[in-house]
């Protein structure tokens, strides 16, 4: 959510004319957490939206996502709402960029998320996963198997022999790793604190859906383990990831396959935001307001998961 394509207050108030009900532009202030798309709070005589240029993802790839989030947010899931412009269609072109509007989340992250929160979160990401087993889109995870081993080879000469060591093995030995029996469908796939807003005592909604895709959900539910449950060390919070577990398993329950393959999914999650994080240390993209997320504790997480192999608790 970093501003790497710059826009006026003047184009924005020009493009906005393309839509029915936002009403007239009054100011515009960019949003500078996150890596990956330029974001703005998009003020209006009618309320505070989101304007989002996608720097990476294109026009063919975004249907998915802004479907998926018109999908769970008709199912009552608290995701952003895409805004259709008068052609009916919700993606838009801004200074060259693919551009889409959404409905503004009301409430702010946590840093530091309390158990009954950390339940909540679980108990909101089973009701997503469900609501999306209705949905008909597929995109497969561009973040996946095959991701990481492509960015592993750009990233191999920026490492120490151990780092690279740790890297190669772990790539290896996930690609021997068969996910196919898992229950799969649609997923976040980026449920980190700074993506779950909340509203007082309430989640306000998930937000930032453009990684999402469909994989496995216990891989999701790794995913978010591994930020919301995670100590400095890298080691699990256990009490945390029980609050977790016990939220969404409240909701939906896991399976003895889930439970099963519940170590790997750690380690998966893991190298991915490991890989990640590498890759935009070393070859970051030009940008006005960014910043890098160190991906040490990502490999501290990895090394943790690898040394105690979690077991699925009791």
Sequence with gaps: MSVFTKVSLDEASQWVKQYYSIGKVVNLRGIQSGIENTNFFLDTDHGVFVLTLFEKL??????????????????????PTPIKKLDNQFLGELNGKPAVIVSCIPGSPTTTPTGDQVHLVGEKLAHMHLAGQSFEGHLKNLRGSSWWFEAAQDIYKFLNEEDA??????????????????????????????????DGSRVGGFIDLYFACIDAWVYDVAITANDWCIRFDGSLDNNKLQSLLSG???????????????????????????????????????????HAHDPDLFKRILQNHRAQSQRFPA
């Design 248 to 290: 969404y398993n409240s909701i939906r329950q896991f399976t003895s396959t889930e439970k099963k393959v519940w170590p790997m999914m750690l380690r998966a999650g893991a190298l991915r935001f490991w890989v990640s994080r590498l890759y935009d240390l070393h070859l970051p993209r030009p940008g006005e307001l960014t």
């Design 165 to 198: 060591h740790l890297l190669r093995t772990e790539i290896a030995c996930q690609a021997e790793f068969v996910s196919d029996a898992i229950p799969h469908g649609a997923i976040h796939a980026d449920l980190f604190r700074d993506n779950v807003l909340f």
């Design 58 to 79: 294109t026009a063919t790839e975004l249907p998915f996502y802004l479907n998926l989030m018109a999908h769970l947010s008709s199912h009552g899931v608290l995701v």
